[in-house]
């Protein structure tokens, strides 16, 4: 496997998205990119005349998943996979424990909602290597946002026991440097999610139960410019406290 950055770095995205090439029989790139032509053209070099024959999208946010008529264009009988979704007409459906052909390797697809509905892992069992998306990073958590915006903080918690029972050795990300010890980092990831459900539950026994307020409760050492994103998490966690049985009152 060979890393290509996507050549699209910015605050979003952090150094720019990572993609992944799988090459051999038939050349399979793990994620999109945005279609720089930068990012294109150093696959192109490498394949040195030879096609890419599929790309394996880890789920529809543009940063993932917007390179793809770029790619086309480059090779048009790419085939691109990626998990069922209405919006996507024309590409192979990818369903839970689906193989797909990477190289000269067999990837398994692993449903892994949460963070987007749409989102899966590529799991190499051979390796015991996991293409994770934005299921986690290295240095960040991952933003999980409420229902409105495709996300379930419930679907993510049971997406990262799902990986932590695949017993992955390293979990490449979409964004940032490889994770070498990925169980260690899911299991930080779950204390840190479970200690901000202990402070949003704090506030609610105190009588806190507008979203603001909490935010300001519970994220006081956070800069404010990222206040509107702890809103959405708390927004995420409280549906899952409904989803759990216990009222909210928001
Ligand atoms: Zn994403």
New binding site residues.
Partial sequence: MIPFPAKNPGTLTGPGNNTYLFDGAEPALIDAGVGHATHIDAIAAHLGGRALVRVLV??G?P??ASGVPALRSRWPGIEVCKWLADSDPGWRPLRDNDRVRAGDRWLSVVHTPG??PD?VCFWQPDTRDVYC??MMTATTTI?VPPAAGGGSLRAYLESLQRLVALQPATAWP?HGPVISRPVERIHEYLVHRAERERQVVACLDAGVIDIDAIVTSVYTETPRALWPAARLTVEALLEKLREDGRPTYA
């Fill in positions: 880890t789920h946010h940063d993932h963070h987007a989102h998306g934005d933003m979409g």
